[in-house]
């Protein structure tokens, strides 16, 4: 009998998932098989369970493995797999970690580098599990990695509870940060202190914002961002209404505004409360919101009379993931990465899903055994 491996496959909103094994696949040439140690909940796949807008329809009668957020060892390579993207020789066993999506290199954006926006990158997670490679998805002991996909070497430093966080969370953040130019001397303001929520706070510092202010609601997760290098926090449990919420972020910015809001909650009704409190040619930064089907209030004149940029990203580039990683080798001893998550197996994902829904944890962590 081959070898094979566990995946928990999701149904639908409201239903349990169930775990059922898969034939392990032999990697294609350019290609690689991982066995994935460990598998966050990012938000993303809250929304997919829940069914948050349109989202509903990902489910499959024969199942979906979905999750994206992991790390893994090396099970087995494909004819030419040498090095990773960095030039750093390859082995059986070594510590990875890699895009879960497939950027085709031909696109138009890919052609105008913007590999984050592929139009085909998530082809890649589509298909039948019961086919050829199987394991699409973060929930399974295993991961098929295309020749397409940036695949980097974890710093011996760097544990798996630290990097799993790498892809996409902070590989996400550090390209949209990036993207609306934190730089030295800004003010920030962070929508949402889970997992991406805190990783930008970090970041944000470390690019050299002059005082990063974090919102949320929950007392741990606010604790954890002024770990992180949090400035200044608003409890929204103690400023309860958005105009005061405002108010202090203006108190907080001189009157001025922030030169930099970011919304990592993922839900529409932030943005709204967002730009508001943006200074005079602000940029305002949306990761959090994924999914169509969701409104917004807006007012344009507000937009246009600030001189306002908006940016929005989804993925991000192999730099990002690369530098995702160096930046956690350069934190491993002064920030508390090992603290964002809690451990389940893989058997408990339906009540780690259900703890995380509920902000009993700030970011669940399958752990593979």
């Keep these: 009998m081959s070898e094979t491996g566990r995946a928990a496959l999701f149904f639908g909103p409201g239903k349990d998932m169930t775990i059922t094994e898969f034939p392990v696949p032999d990697p294609e040439p350019g290609a690689m098989v991982v066995r994935v140690t460990r598998a966050n909940i990012c938000g993303s796949d809250l929304h997919i369970w829940r069914g948050d807008g349109w989202l509903g329809a990902m489910a499959r009668e024969d199942g979906r493995i979905i999750g994206h957020e992991m ?95 790498v892809n996409c969370a902070l590989a996400q953040v550090v390209m949209g940060l990036d993207r609306v130019n934190v730089t030295m001397g800004d003010t920030v303001v962070i929508q949402g202190a889970g997992g991406l929520g805190l990783y930008a706070t970090a970041v944000a510092k470390e690019r050299g914002a002059e005082k990063v202010i974090v919102i949320d609601a929950l007392a741990d997760r606010l604790e954890l961002a002024r770990l992180m290098g949090a400035d200044e926090i608003i409890d ?79 993925a991000y580039d192999a730099n990002s993931l690369q530098q995702a990683v160096c930046f956690l080798d350069r934190h491993v001893h002064d920030l508390p990465l090992d603290q964002v998550v809690v451990d389940y197996p893989l058997e408990a994902i339906n009540d780690a899903f259900a703890d995380q829904d509920a902000g009993k944890v700030t970011r669940a962590s399958l752990v593979m055994t």
């Design 236 to 314: 929204m449990s103690e400023v309860t209404s958005m105009n005061d919420r405002l108010t202090r972020v203006k108190e907080l910015t001189g009157g001025w505004g922030a030169d930099v809001v970011c919304e990592l909650v993922g839900r529409a009704a932030a943005i709204s409360e967002g730009l508001p409190m943006l200074g005079l040619g602000g940029r305002y930064l949306e990761i959090g919101t994924f999914y169509p089907g969701s409104s917004l209030e807006l007012d344009p004149g507000l937009l246009v009379m600030k001189n306002i940029r908006i940016e929005a990203v989804a």
């Design 71 to 165: 790390t893994g060892v090396i099970h087995s390579m494909g004819d030419g797999v040498v090095t990773d993207w960095a030039g750093q020789p390859l082995a059986e066993g070594d510590r990875v970690v890699y895009q879960y999506f497939a950027p085709c290199g031909k696109c138009r954006s890919c052609l105008r580098g913007m590999t984050e926006a592929c139009s085909t990158s998530f082809k890649v997670l589509q298909g039948k599990p019961s086919v050829f490679p199987h394991f699409r998805g973060a929930y399974a002991d295993y991961f098929y990695v295309t020749p397409q996909m940036a695949v980097f070497k974890v710093p011996d430093q760097v544990t798996d509870t630290m990097v799993a966080g």
